[in-house]
């Protein structure tokens, strides 16, 4: 297993499902992990009691709200940016605020994090983005605004790669294919669907996806940066 011990490790949106995981992981590996949620609180604080990490409340749409987290964390060793939201349908009818609020939580989130914890961010440190092979390869109607928030991802990590290059800090996305969790049943009505697209016809769990965070968030990790590591039973290939 990954040693994380000795480092300082914050998990944006680690209430449920892959940041659950995430947060699991690191903490076994001994990293002294914080993580925030949203409106999750009962599972945030027995996900805490669990795992002896600390939940906060804190709202990646919430611009001032994330940078004063951030913050507060002093300098971190490792930025795992995982919050995100989900919103399918036909583009002429779903909700504008609903789009809005993704590109908040997807895109914007994602970098002003990211800057906020590279400025006082210890050298050789890691920003890790949850991207999605969707970013890559969006196969079904209903998915654009979603595909195109996580395409902004590729290009965020690959500028700001070179931006903290310097520092040894590397800054790379993960990209999953379908992973068990609220956002994504393994047993939901789309996962036949999903399945059909894949060399290995079932969803991921989060504890995959999880495995290689800490693998990045590692010393083995140091000479990958600006990249997609895309874990999705061949989804895109
Ligand atoms: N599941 C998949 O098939 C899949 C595939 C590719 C990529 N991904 C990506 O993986 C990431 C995690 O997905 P998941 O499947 O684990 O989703 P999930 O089960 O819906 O969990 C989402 C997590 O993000 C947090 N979150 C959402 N909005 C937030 C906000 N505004 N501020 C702070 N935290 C927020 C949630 O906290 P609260 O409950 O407290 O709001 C929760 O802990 C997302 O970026 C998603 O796009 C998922």
């Known amino acids: 297993m990954t040693d994380l011990a000795a480092k300082t490790a914050l998990i944006l949106g680690g209430s449920r499902g892959i940041g659950a995981a995430i947060v699991r992981r690191f903490a076994a ?6 993580f925030t949620y949203a409106g999750s609180r009962d599972a945030a604080e027995a996900l805490a009691a669990e795992t002896g990490t600390e939940a906060i409340q804190a709202n990646s749409a919430d611009r001032d709200a994330l940078a004063a987290t951030i913050a507060s964390r002093g300098p971190l060793d490792v930025l795992v940016i995982n919050a995100g939201t989900l919103v399918m349908g036909d583009p002429l009818t779903l909700d504008p605020d609903a789009i809005d609020h993704m590109i908040d939580v997807n895109i914007r989130a994602p970098y002003h994090a990211a800057v906020e914890a590279a400025r006082r ?19 079904f109607a209903g998915g654009a605004a979603y595909a195109m928030t996580k395409s902004a991802v590729q290009g965020m990590v690959r500028g700001l790669a070179r931006d903290f290059g310097d520092r040894g800090i590397t800054v790379n996305s993960i990209q999953p294919g379908p992973t068990d969790s609220d956002m994504n049943p393994a047993e939901g009505p789309m996962a036949a669907t999903m399945h059909s697209f894949m060399a290995i016809k079932r969803h991921a769990r989060p504890d995959e996806i999880a495995e290689l965070t800490a693998y990045l968030a590692g010393p083995h990790g140091a000479m990958i940066t600006g990249s997609l590591q895309t874990i999705d039973g061949g989804f895109g290939a």
């Open 29 to 34: 590996s001994g990293a002294a992990t914080a």
């Open 121 to 139: 961010m210890n050298n050789n440190g890691r920003i890790i983005v949850i991207g999605s092979v969707n970013g890559d390869r969006m196969p």
